[in-house]
């Protein structure tokens, strides 16, 4: 049996000017909308709809199946159709004033808004806010201004090589789309997936995405690839394939993208010569090496050894999530990054700190007992571009790296802030959905500083806890295989405000209260959730949402539709949920964390009503970059 929920989602925002009102009879078009529904298996589910109307006929579609296909009158002056699925189903489709939307009234005890698909794209586009990458270079060198400008011939190379990795055939595809706004969304996703809608295809005839990618061949097996001994199998830097044979093999990006990675491995070597800083060019340097010999350790090791560069890059293949598979490949991205100094200043007292919150972690000593590394590097920056796949969808406004853990054991790691990107966000999206959802009462404690913690301690929790698993010393992150990257992010969401909770009761953070802390983060949940249960992001976010509500670390109130933290369930709860998740880690146990997604990870009712309620208030889903040198005056 299926339960339905009373609400509708709108896809986008009905289109405030209105035509001259024309007859259904008159009308050949399609139309697009959506509704939520809770499946026989307790979750809730997004059901697609689509109604063709041509000439006297209409047709409803539901998830691509057809459920009417029939003849219609127009029964009265209000311009609407009358239709039945069953004797339990009716209902009727009102014409809105214009060409572009219907309302679909009564389907499924919902309320739908359909529209016309140019409508639905040019609306899609405006989900997300417009943000220029800027920052203030005044202090940079001449020759540290010739390198930054050199920065900006490298980083879009990455951008292709992403292109190649998420969708290959990019320009025929272009070339079939004839609507500028469905063509201004594909580039905004990187291809025909709605990366905030579950990765759902938004071009006709694109099929549903292969968890694949382009990593592995499209017949290749589960099964196959496990039986498969090499290896390279589950390098990151490896590409699968079959030879003339048929039999797999691993082809190093070295080789599978050398005309690319030459290219780019030359204006690195450039780029070095150009700067003043010594340790940098050494980077820029080793990553050219890497580009051709396939081999990133070196590299990894010198961007650990940068410290009092004014100017950082991220470039190359570095984030597995894209593999959806296994969660072993890797896909290429960049990042050019200006030093917030007086910002990374006030960060540098917690890295002293980070043994002693090691030491208090809410779990038995078994699953604290490695070290963090004592050179980690807490740092605040102005991104001024984004390139491949941090620039897909959702943007990044943190960063924690390496991740090899031979170079976490050896150094640590460097956790990057970008504190332009977070300000953006949280003006254009999490204010505006505080107000939706927290209550009056403590919409107070909602501000920037807090959610600036606690995003800059979900990177320093990264590097905390155990990575090998107690019993057998295997790597956490091949144990858990494809649960891994979930419960990573989870764990780091939650440890990182068990670290907040740590420094207010030992007097390391005063500037305001806790409270704060937990509402922000509360509040961020909401803004991360709407991209839904497909991203390890998303599925960490409902985790904690749906643990914390378990424990009673919120109330909710039905008639305001807003939630209260209760301040002393909040603290028991963020550290059961951090406890259980730093256990599953620690004892490499794949089945568990299977459950804990399997029950946890999924979008419920009451979660889904204020998912709708800010839907309908047209609160961005999240930002789009204008970047490139010249708005640095480059």
Not at 13 to 25: D, I, Y
Not at 197 to 220: A, C, H, Q, W
Not at 513 to 532: E, K, M
Request: charged content about 25%; hydrophobic content about 40%; aromatic content about 10%.
């Amino acid at each position: 049996m299926k339960y339905i929920v009373l609400s509708f989602t709108a896809i986008v925002m009905l289109m405030a000017s209105c035509s001259k009102k024309e007859n259904l009879s008159n009308m050949n078009n399609t139309y697009y909308g959506s509704y939520f529904i809770m499946n026989n298996e307790n979750k809730m589910v997004e059901n697609d709809l689509k109604v063709i109307i041509q000439n006297d006929s209409i047709q409803l579609i539901e998830n691509d199946s057809l459920l009417i296909k029939k003849s219609y009158k127009i029964k009265n002056e209000k311009d609407s159709i009358e239709l039945q699925i069953n004797d339990n189903n009716d209902f009727k489709i009102y014409f809105i004033e214009n060409q572009n939307t219907l309302l679909l009234k009564g389907y499924q005890q919902n309320d739908i808004i359909l529209y016309t698909y140019p409508e639905l794209m040019k609306n899609k586009v405006a989900e997300y806010a417009v943000v220029k990458l800027t920052a203030n270079i005044q202090h940079l060198s001449d020759k540290d201004k010739a390198l930054l400008s050199k920065l900006f011939e490298i980083a879009p190379i990455m951008d292709e090589l992403y292109w190649e990795q998420v969708c290959p055939k990019k320009d025929s595809l272009l070339q079939t789309i004839t609507d500028e706004n469905a063509k201004r969304f594909f580039i905004i996703n990187y291809g025909p997936y709605e990366h905030l809608r579950n990765n759902k295809p938004f071009i006709s005839g694109v099929p549903p995405l292969s968890e694949k990618m382009t990593f592995y061949p499209s017949d290749m097996t589960v099964e196959e690839f496990e039986k498969w001994n090499h290896p390279d199998k589950t390098n990151w830097y490896t590409i699968i394939r079959r030879n003339e044979k048929g039999e797999l093999i691993s082809i190093p990006y070295s080789e599978f993208y050398n005309d690319k990675l030459s290219k780019a491995a030359q204006l690195l070597d450039e780029a070095a010569t150009l700067g003043e800083n010594k340790s940098f060019s050494n980077y820029l340097i080793e990553k050219a090496k890497s580009f051709r010999n396939n081999q990133y350790f070196n590299s990894d090791m010198a961007w650990m050894d940068m410290k009092d560069n004014m100017i950082d890059f991220v470039v190359g293949p570095t984030e597995s999530y894209n593999d959806g598979l296994f969660g072993y490949k890797t896909s290429f991205e960049s990042f050019i990054l200006i030093k917030d100094i007086d910002w990374s200043k006030k960060l540098e007292r917690f890295v002293a700190l980070l043994p002693k919150i090691q030491e208090n972690l809410p779990v038995d000593a078994a699953y604290k007992a490695e070290k963090p590394a004592k050179n980690n590097d807490l740092g605040v920056y102005e991104a001024v571009y984004y390139a491949g796949d941090c620039n897909a969808g959702s943007k990044t406004i943190a960063i924690n790296l390496p991740n090899d853990k031979k170079v976490n054991e050896l150094k640590g790691s460097r956790k990057l802030q970008l504190k332009n990107i977070m300000k953006a966000k949280f003006d254009n999206i999490l204010k505006p959905i505080a107000q939706e959802v927290i209550d009056e009462s403590q919409f107070a404690n909602i501000n920037f500083d807090a959610f600036f913690e606690n995003v800059m301690f979900h990177e320093v929790a990264h590097g905390l806890g155990i990575s090998k698993t107690i019993k057998d010393h295997k790597l956490v992150t091949d144990v858990l295989k494809d649960t891994h990257t979930s419960l990573e992010e989870a764990k780091a969401d939650i440890v990182g405000l068990n670290i907040v909770t740590w420094l207010y009761d030992n007097k390391h953070i005063t500037e305001h209260s806790l409270l704060d802390n937990y509402v922000t983060f509360l509040a961020g949940i909401f803004r991360s959730v709407r991209f839904g249960a497909s991203s390890a992001h998303g599925k960490a976010n409902m985790i904690e949402f749906n643990y914390l509500n378990e424990k009673g670390a919120f109330t909710y109130n039905e008639k305001t539709g807003k939630y209260t933290i209760q301040f002393d369930k909040m603290r028991e709860a963020v550290s059961g949920l951090a406890n259980l998740i730093l256990t599953t880690q620690g004892n490499g146990d794949y089945d568990g964390a299977k459950d804990i997604l399997k029950n946890m990870a999924v979008i419920k009712p009451q979660l889904q009503q204020n998912l709708t309620k800010i839907a309908k208030a047209g609160i961005p889903r999240d930002i789009v970059f204008e970047q490139g040198k010249n708005l640095l005056g480059l």
